[in-house]
């Protein structure tokens, strides 16, 4: 069986999916991004003037995928029954894990591909005076779980 695509109608014009008929079940979802920075800006993210660019990070994250339906037009509002966001300091970046579940009649796959984005935005906002060429890397989907599609998971 052919997959398509399930936001455009059969005349090719752009719809939001009904998703009325659909049972309510568990579903949860987990992305990545990557920030890379130069080894003196790790070195002064504990200093950071603007306060802790991590839990700001993360902090923005979790508004972030709770504000989804705003930011992408053909994405439902949906109840979040939970999201976080993890960031860590690696030797050369920031890795930033985002989770979020709810328990609804579709996913929540870009929940958590926003919270990474954003956490991954504000790093870079909360660090980029001290260099410009700070790069986010590797946003992706890692897993989800739930709905008529069954899980994935990344390779």
């Known amino acids: 069986m052919k997959k398509k695509l399930s936001h455009y109608d059969e ?3 752009a719809r939001m999916v009904d998703i009325s008929s ?3 079940t568990k ?3 987990r992305a990545h991004a990557f920030v890379k920075m130069r080894p003196q800006v790790l070195a002064q993210l504990p200093s950071n003037p603007k306060g802790s660019p991590l839990e700001i990070a993360r902090v923005a994250g979790i508004s972030a995928a709770k504000k ?3 930011l992408i037009p053909l994405c439902h ?3 979040l029954s939970h999201a976080d966001v993890q960031v860590k300091v690696e030797e050369h970046g920031v890795r930033i ?3 979020v ?6 996913g929540v796959e870009m929940e958590a591909l926003t919270a990474a984005s954003v956490a991954a ?3 870079y906002d909360m660090t980029k005076a001290l260099d410009k060429g700070i790069e986010i890397h590797d946003l992706y989907l890692l897993e989800k779980t739930g709905g008529k599609s069954g899980d994935y998971r990344r390779a």
């Open 22 to 24: 659909k049972m309510p």
């Open 77 to 79: 509002p949906l109840m």
């Open 27 to 29: 579903r949860t979802a």
């Open 11 to 13: 005349s090719g014009s």
């Open 121 to 123: 935005l504000t790093v």
């Open 97 to 99: 894990i985002s989770s």
């Open 101 to 106: 579940s709810t328990t609804g009649p579709t």
């Open 68 to 70: 989804t339906s705003e």
